[in-house]
């Protein structure tokens, strides 16, 4: 997404921990900064400066076998992590937020039968892993 927008001319300032990504996947042109989006700290602040838009797509993820042997950490690291983004969004005036959920929002049984999704069909909210319930929570 990043190399996507730099090819159309967009300046792109990217945040990543890289517990899982690989920075050499980035255009030389994204200003990179390593950060780990689950601490709020004074770094994070002037990574907002004179930002339009955020793309909020970070997130602690795995397997569902990481999911459900780490459930608790996975739904506190995300809560913290979109907690940190929309606070400093929201402190830095950003224009538009986009957050990037998952389809871990609905109910599984709904899953099955259902090939396109809208906003309503989350509810009743029954998801089967922690990292559903945060990505709920958020929206």
């Known amino acids: 997404m990043a190399n996507k927008l730099i090819s159309k001319g967009s300046k792109v300032i990217f945040l990543d921990n890289l517990e899982r990504g690989k920075k050499k996947f980035l255009s030389k042109k994204v200003k990179f900064y390593k950060c780990d989006l689950r601490f709020q700290n004074s770094k ?19 397997s569902m076998q990481y999911y459900l042997n780490n459930s608790f950490d996975v739904f506190n690291d995300n809560l913290s992590i979109d907690n940190n983004v929309l606070q400093e969004a929201i402190n830095s005036k950003v224009k538009v937020f986009f ?14 039968i259902k ?25």
């Open 44 to 62: 994070i602040k002037k990574y907002y400066k004179n930002i339009d838009i955020v793309f909020h797509l970070a997130s602690k993820v795995g």
């Open 115 to 139: 090939k396109k999704f809208i906003e309503s069909d989350d509810y009743p909210y029954r998801s089967s892993i922690s990292y559903g319930l945060a990505k709920m929570i958020t929206e």
């Open 99 to 112: 957050y990037a959920s998952s389809a871990h929002v609905y109910p599984s049984e709904k899953k099955l």
